[in-house]
């Protein structure tokens, strides 16, 4: 019964980020129906009770959750809340399930009126605070691992908290001006050198103001927007990709999975009161800038060399405003790397981003008189709305017969960044690399594995395969690299590990379980399924270890599905049925090679110190509040990171061409062709990829192997 229920409006996804949701939903409706927040909630309750693959009980455990990610999603930095506010909020703690049950909001009405009166006394704490200068000789240190540290005993220490934060600001704006008025009188000695009186002042200054704006707009902001918050504390009690969509992020979401984007070439997401970046387009603005990266988080927006805004605590519609923009116009984005934690300015020009850049494209490239195809996959996309429409299996099959026409020896398929997409595409993909078997085992809750065969007879490609990963490539780009490992149909190379996000989502509109309703109430996208491996393992948690592990940046931290709250265990099902293909004479042979060269190569050997170096910083949470002390500890920083300054300076001296379909293109499609320069442009100077080719070039198929052309 219950797969009868979910089949007419199911959509299946696999994806990396899950969690995108906006702050706020459908103001004008919850403003005329006071109903709507228990409609919701009363919903919300049912469905996942009911279709969730964990069977969860509504208990203290839940309330516990629910209270805990509520408060920490409205003060992620301890600015507000002290330990007096949590003993009353917490007569709550252990209640919010039996409120749930019985649709009621009490809690959320007491924190949420509770926040509303610290957001005024906020606005009062700062501005007086930075009335007058801080003390900058005095020795104390800051602890900035928000999420660890105790909330404010009370509000003198609230007030304290709040001093700390705010001197850090100023400190790190002091510092990066002193040091951008070193450079200015390096070249220029007529320059005047500010004092350091001076400088506090305007950065002092500068952090009010910013201050300022950033309260403005949470004045904006009304009750439906905070309680999309406290919708998302509940749902994500069951797992961390079951989320509440509101309307509008659902018609964004749709958008996402058809390949339909625009903007500087970047899938953005609200978490808390930053915007983080969820993606970059291949072939987009961001992209070919190359500095912007997943998990980064942007703090200012300046149109080319205006005043920059800052955009925290701003709402994602009205973020994506001020970053989109004219093509051939620059946007300036300042930075909270997610890998060190510094701040960069990246300026990148905005352009049109082509619906062609989301999809699969290939190169052919020469190696030892041989010629070898890379297929670059994105995403595994399809249009739900329109399945007529291109979607990534039937252009994969397309594009494998173009290169094989060009007479290629072997195949690489780049899954790196692929953050996943359609289940269906992903069993589709995989079955053009065997003749016919099972793909992926999916899983509902309380019920045995159903296995997903490729049952076609027909293979695409059976010649020499390797499948580039790394720590971003998930779901559908896991079933996809499980499957060719399993059959050892193919070399799995990249990160050690990738992503780990072994589960099945399914949107399901709210109105569907509650019709009479006028409005729309959004849709909530839930955890259905797990799925695992034909060899019985899940990708859960573990991801897909590569054949061959490479060094990247983040080898050493805690990345991907692991390190996310209240992520689904990783477990075993039975075996499927099937049998590995054993193409290659010299599998093991090539994989022990390549692991010899990597150890001796000095590039990579250099990239795993920084990946070390990185963790370290990584973990180092505590700051000097002195400014002498706090200026050495950043030259010291600045001066270990020059050794690190090239590692990723390469040329393999490889030329790489389009396929003879894009060339006869380029004639009437400059644009095509300068995308194209780019790619191959960044190719030519790919460590991995040029690794990956050493792999392939070396690999020997079975005696009774011959590559079928159409």
Request: aromatic share 10%.
């Amino acid at each position: 019964m219950k797969k009868k229920f979910i089949v007419p409006f199911l959509i299946i996804i696999l994806l990396i980020s899950t969690s995108i949701y906006s702050s706020s939903f459908d103001k004008k409706a919850s403003e005329k129906d006071p109903e709507k927040d228990r409609v919701i909630v009363y919903v919300l309750k049912n469905i996942l009770s009911r279709y969730h693959y964990v069977q969860k009980e509504l208990n203290d455990n839940f309330s516990e959750h629910v209270y805990t990610s509520f408060i920490d999603g409205l003060d992620p930095n301890k600015r507000y809340f002290t330990q007096e506010d949590l003993k009353e909020f917490s007569q709550f703690k252990y209640q919010i399930d039996d409120q749930l049950k019985d649709t009621r909001i009490d809690f959320y009405k007491l924190v949420y009126n509770r926040f509303l009166e610290k957001l005024t006394a906020a606005k009062n704490n700062y501005r007086t605070l930075l009335a007058q200068p801080f003390d900058y000789k005095k020795k104390e240190l800051i602890d900035v691992e928000y999420d660890k540290i105790p909330f404010a005993k009370n509000e003198h220490e609230l007030i304290d908290y709040w001093r700390k934060q705010l001197k850090l600001s100023i400190l790190s704006r002091i510092e990066e001006a002193e040091t951008a008025q070193n450079t200015d009188i390096e070249k220029d000695k007529t320059i005047k050198k500010k004092t350091f009186k001076s400088l506090e002042h305007e950065a002092r200054k500068e952090v009010l103001k910013n201050m300022d704006e950033l309260y403005q707009r949470i004045d904006e902001l009304e009750n439906s927007d905070w309680y999309s918050t406290f919708l998302n504390s509940v749902v994500s009690g069951f797992d961390p990709h079951t989320t509440y969509m509101s309307p509008r992020t659902k018609s964004r979401f749709d958008q996402e999975m058809s390949g339909k984007l625009e903007g500087i070439g970047a899938r953005l997401q609200k978490k808390g009161i930053y915007t983080h970046i969820v993606e970059l387009i291949s072939g987009g603005p961001a992209w070919k800038q190359g500095d912007l990266e997943p998990e980064d988080i942007i703090l200012k927006v300046a149109q080319g060399t205006e005043t920059p805004l800052d955009i925290v605590g701003m709402r994602l519609d009205d973020a994506i405003k001020f970053i989109k923009g004219k093509k051939g116009t620059e946007v300036r984005l300042t930075v909270k790397k997610k890998i060190d934690g510094s701040v960069k300015i990246i300026p990148i020009i905005r352009d049109v981003v082509e619906l062609d850049e989301t999809f699969v494209k290939s190169t052919i490239v020469e190696k030892n008189g041989e010629k070898y195809g890379i297929i670059d996959l994105p995403r595994f996309y399809i249009d739900f709305n329109d399945l007529s429409r291109r979607d990534a299996a039937k252009d994969m099959e397309i594009e494998i017969d173009r290169l094989k026409n060009e007479n290629v020896k072997g195949l690489i398929v780049d899954l790196r960044d692929n953050g996943g997409g359609s289940l269906k595409t992903a069993i589709e993909i995989g079955g053009l690399f065997i003749s016919k078997g099972p793909i992926v085992q999916v899983k509902y809750r309380g019920e045995e594995p159903l296995v997903k065969n490729d049952t076609d007879s027909k293979t695409q490609w059976n010649g020499p395969l390797v499948v580039m990963v790394n720590e971003f490539s998930a779901s559908a780009s896991e079933i996809f690299a499980a499957a060719m490992q399993d059959y050892k149909r193919g070399v799995i190379i990249g990160g050690k590990q990738t992503y780990g996000k072994g589960t099945v989502q399914n949107v399901m509109p709210i109105n569907r379980f509650y019709e009479k309703y006028p409005s729309d109430l959004g849709a909530l996208k839930m955890t259905i399924q797990k799925f695992y491996r034909i060899n019985g393992g899940s990708t859960q948690i573990e991801g897909v270890y590569s054949d061959i592990a490479l060094p990247t940046k983040y080898s050493y931290m805690k990345f991907g599905e692991r390190d996310l709250e209240g992520a689904l265990p990783w477990d075993k099902v039975q075996q499927a049925k099937y049998s590995t293909i054993d193409s290659y004479s010299n599998f093991t042979d090539v994989i022990y090679n390549s692991k010899q060269r990597v150890l001796k190569n000095e590039k990579f050997n250099k990239i795993d110190d920084y990946a070390k170096w990185l963790k370290k910083n990584q973990d180092e949470k505590t700051y000097s509040l002195n400014y002498t002390t706090f200026k050495k500890e950043s030259k010291k920083k600045e001066k270990e990171s020059e050794q690190f300054k090239n590692i990723y300076k390469f040329d393999s001296n490889l030329a790489f061409s389009s396929p003879k379909h894009e060339l006869n293109l380029f004639v009437n499609d400059t644009v095509l062709k300068e995308k194209r320069i780019v790619w191959h442009k960044n190719l030519k100077k790919d460590i991995y990829l040029n690794e990956a080719l050493n792999v392939l070039s070396e690999l020997k198929m079975t005696k009774n192997y011959t590559i079928v052309k159409q």
